[in-house]
């Protein structure tokens, strides 16, 4: 369901958004909700990279297990060809 909100905007840019919804053939609203989805979902999936790396950051502390760049980019320079490699193993 949707609610209203109070949005302020200085009027320059309110001008581009508005001189944008003429060109797309929107509403302004439209292009609005439409930037605002989008700056949440990519702000959303940056926190979801921050916090798996904070738990990942967390866990080689605690156990010292690892994989060097060096392996890394061996393994993924097989992808795709005939000797494509296993991942591999994390070690100390």
Known sequence: MASP???KLDDDLKGR???LAEIRRRSSHWIM???IRQYVEREEKRETLRQ???????????TGLHVTAEEVENWLSTWGTDEELPAPECHK
Do not use: K, P, Y
């Open 52 to 62: 798996e790396t904070l738990n990942a950051w967390d866990e080689f502390q605690a």
């Open 33 to 35: 909700r439409e930037a």
């Open 5 to 7: 909100t109070s949005l």
């Open 17 to 19: 958004v508005q001189q």
